[in-house]
């Protein structure tokens, strides 16, 4: 049971280099999300799926693309990279239901140059 | 849309001492969370709280909901050096979206 698993654990990408951020969870959970993490915001909500084939924006959704064609996957995908991407990226999941706990995978840690 | 502010943003403290953190919602919440991120690692869940004016405690950490349900506050009682990382409250309206607060970060000195 391996749980929340993100790949990969670090990148470098140069500016408009395209990539796609895997995150796959064991648990059967419903909702999956993506957050961004910069020093002094928080964690910020890019997108979020409460199932297979619904998505939905977050609060800072622009940039990112997502898809959710299975439970277990919610790849996050980013079209053209800019520095302003630079971020540590969280996949969190949990089970249905709004007052569940999120579990969170290790991060990826991007950087655009 | 709803905003989700913590204070203070820095924290250092004596051990021993205590430490407690502020949360400030813009709209009033379903529920609320807190969690824990260790330095380099990734947030924790800690407890969750969904009455108005909950109190709930775990060993040395207290946790409270505002009667208006739309602040919390976290205090731990004598910090210990296992106590460092940042601290996030996260709360959702209603929705499946969770707001995350800012975040305190705690250094407790030895």
């Known amino acids: 049971n391996a749980g929340v698993t993100q790949t990969p654990k670090f990148q470098v990408l140069k500016t408009g280099q395209s990539m796609t951020l895997q995150c796959a969870q064991d648990?059967?959970?419903?909702?999956m999300s993506w957050y961004r993490q910069d020093p002094g915001m928080g964690l910020r909500l890019i997108h979020y799926?409460?199932?297979?084939?619904?998505?939905d924006q977050g609060e800072v959704p622009n940039g990112y693309n997502v898809s959710r064609s299975t439970t277990e996957d919610f790849p996050l995908r980013l079209l053209s990279a800019a520095p302003s991407q630079t971020s540590v990226y969280f996949c969190?999941?949990?089970?249905?239901?709004?007052?569940?706990?999120?579990?969170f995978g290790n991060g990826t840690r991007l950087t655009v140059t | 849309g709803q905003q989700v502010m913590q204070i203070p943003q820095y924290q250092h403290v004596q051990e021993g001492e205590d430490f407690t953190t502020y949360c400030n919602s813009s709209?009033?919440?379903?529920?609320i969370q807190w969690y824990k991120q260790r330095p380099g690692g990734h947030p924790v869940f800690l407890i969750q709280?969904?009455?108005?004016?909950e109190v709930k405690k775990q060993k040395r950490l207290t946790f409270q909901f505002g009667e208006a349900k739309k602040n919390s506050s976290l205090h731990i009682t004598a910090t210990q050096t296992t106590d460092v990382g940042t601290y996030f409250c996260?709360?959702?309206?209603?929705?499946?979206?969770?707001?995350f607060g800012t975040g305190t970060r705690l250094k407790v000195l030895a």
């Open positions: 648990m059967n959970h419903e909702y």
């Open positions: 969190a999941t949990k089970p249905g239901g709004v007052g569940a706990p999120l579990h």
């Open positions: 799926s409460v199932g297979a084939g619904i998505t």
């Open positions: 996260a709360g959702t309206s209603g929705t499946y979206k969770y707001i």
């Open positions: 709280l969904v009455k108005s004016g």
């Open positions: 709209t009033t919440l379903s529920n």
